[in-house]
């Protein structure tokens, strides 16, 4: 009896501590790859005690690694990602993305959804475009970006959203795209269209450009040649569109 009290003990608080693993994880950045104890424990909430009990736990397993000035996430997070599908699919959607920054010599976008979030899975920066605020493996949110709002359009997330979006992504689903002027950057405006399979977006691309240089009209026929052959890699691997 003892030992299953135990055992069950350990599963309630296996949660706790996963929740509490991905927490010290998240704290880590592109801007900050090295952070202290105290750094991690104040961008995870959590205290210093149960930070350290938790590192300890990450560098057995080689999930962060200890360098100078403190830890960083470990090669072993490296190896697990890679075997995603999003990884797969933004390998098969690479030629495709250089080929749209070649034609149009703008900062070009592939992203999923999850959570009301377009996650990005690549960005290719162009000289000509102005800064993104855009991250590879960074989220926005889904309604302030065109990127998202082209998934949201062809996604369930889009049951979940206010009279006012719902109307705009209404007018996304007629024309087959998505805008965005100025609302994730000042100065920064993109045009977006889905990677459909079926009715259904499981990815999208979108084109950044200067607010000031137009309404990005100009660069729908090149997404939408993108998109298309996308849309054929994708449904070709059934492990990208389940």
């Known amino acids: 009896m003892l030992v299953k009290v135990a055992f069950m003990t350990t599963l309630d608080n296996a949660p706790s501590v996963l929740w509490k693993a991905f927490d010290v994880l998240d704290a880590f950045s ?4 090295v952070l202290t104890l105290s750094e991690i424990s104040r961008r995870s909430g959590l205290p210093k005690s149960t930070v350290h009990r938790i590192l300890l736990m990450l560098l ?15 090669l072993r997070m490296f190896t697990v990602g890679s075997m995603s599908a999003e990884v797969r699919l933004r390998e098969l959607s690479l030629p495709h993305l250089e080929r749209l920054r070649r034609v149009t010599r703008q900062t070009v976008h592939l992203a999923v959804i999850r959570d009301g979030d377009a996650i990005y899975l690549e960005k ?7 800064h993104t605020p855009a991250l590879v493996g960074g989220r926005l949110p889904a309604h302030r970006t065109g990127v998202g709002k082209a998934l949201l359009a062809f996604n369930e997330d889009q049951h979940r959203v206010g009279p006012s979006l719902a ?43 200067a607010a000031n240089d ?29």
């Open 60 to 74: 057995k397993v080689q999930a962060v690694e200890q360098v100078d000035g403190g830890y960083t996430v470990g």
């Open 30 to 33: 592109h801007g900050r790859r």
């Open 214 to 242: 137009g309404d990005g009209q100009i660069f729908l026929n090149a997404l939408r040649e993108t998109a298309c052959a996308l849309s054929r890699v994708v449904a070709s691997v059934p492990s990208l569109v389940s």
């Open 167 to 209: 109307l705009r992504l209404e007018s996304v689903r007629r024309d087959g795209f998505a805008s965005d002027r100025e609302e994730s950057a000042r100065g920064l405006a993109c045009v977006a269209v889905p990677i459909l399979v079926g009715e259904r977006a499981p990815a999208a691309i979108s084109v950044a450009f």
């Open 124 to 130: 290719l920066p162009s000289l000509v475009s102005p």
